[in-house]
């Protein structure tokens, strides 16, 4: 089986070895939407918000231009995450 940060070198060329933290955040600070919706199947939406509330937070140049493009990301993917629920709710 392939870890998130296998799937996406580009995040953390320059350390392999990073952890997971290090993965997510590079993933949010570099928003592109697979990666983001990856990063939310893996480790869940809830500690994807998680780590971008840090982030955010921080309010380092990176995070406040990130922002709008992972709030946007964030809020569709939780609208689709939802949507899913609901049809597998609904199926007999």
Do not use: K, Y
């Amino acid at each position: 089986m392939t870890t998130f940060a296998q799937r996406h070198p580009e995040l953390v060329w320059s350390n392999p070895q990073a952890g997971d933290a290090v993965c997510l955040r590079a993933a949010l600070l570099r928003p592109r939407f697979f990666t983001v919706l990856d990063a939310c199947a893996v480790f869940g939406l809830e500690r994807v918000r998680a780590e971008w509330a840090a982030l955010a937070e921080e309010g380092s140049r990176e995070a406040l231009r990130a922002a709008p493009a992972v709030n946007r990301m964030l809020h569709n993917i939780e609208l689709g995450f939802a949507d899913a629920q609901a049809a597998s709710n609904n199926v007999h």
